[in-house]
């Protein structure tokens, strides 16, 4: 049996054989809608009758029909071969805001600067860049710390004692003319 139910909310249709409703709330709960009960109540029969069997007391009833026989305590189980259950790993998320953008290369790094003028300039950052030392040639030094942070001795370098209570030694490197 079909009917046609108007609401604030539309219209929605009912069919009481098959227990459905447009609105959805009866196939979902087992209970009836709004809907279901006025098309119930005009046809004077009683809403209760229209539930679904899970709610029956008799199903109740029936679910607990066996008994629930107690068990022994965790510690008497019988011990399983099986290795033990591993927790999943738990990744905490970094805090901030996360990074949208690419990181760039040294040599895409632009900083902005303003002459006396004020107009910009344009230059390129040294973030990022290998040093070398003007004096060697070599990677990982400056000319300010190539006495200090020379990587081999020569035979044109020397060591010098420190003096007083320093214990730094050094090498001063001894400049010689290459012979024509």
């Known amino acids: 049996m079909e009917f046609q ?7 929605f249709v009912v069919d009481l054989l098959q227990r459905t409703c447009a609105c959805g709330r009866w196939q979902l709960s087992g209970i009836p809608c709004s809907h279901a009960i006025s098309c119930i109540l005009h046809n004077k029969d009683k809403p209760e009758n229209y539930v679904d069997s899970c709610y029956h007391m008799d199903t109740y009833m029936m679910s607990y029909a066996y008994p629930i026989h107690a068990h022994n305590d965790a510690n008497q189980w019988p011990k ?4 033990p259950l591993q927790a999943p790993k738990f990744d905490r998320r970094k805090r901030g805001r996360r990074q949208t953008k690419r990181r760039k ?12 003028q004020g107009i910009p300039i344009v230059a390129l950052s040294k973030e990022g860049g290998k040093q070398h030392c003007s004096v060697c040639g070599k990677n ?3 000319k300010r710390f190539h006495t200090t942070r020379s990587d081999s001795t020569t035979a044109n370098d020397t060591l010098v004692e ?3 209570n320093r214990k730094v030694h050094f090498f001063v490197h001894f400049l010689v ?3 024509y």
């Open 162 to 164: 420190p003096t007083g």
């Open 177 to 179: 003319r290459p012979e």
């Open 5 to 11: 139910v108007r609401s604030p909310r539309g219209e």
């Open 80 to 83: 399983s071969t099986m290795p």
């Open 105 to 116: 290369e040294a040599w895409e790094l632009e900083v902005q600067r303003k002459d006396k």
């Open 140 to 142: 990982g030094h400056n």
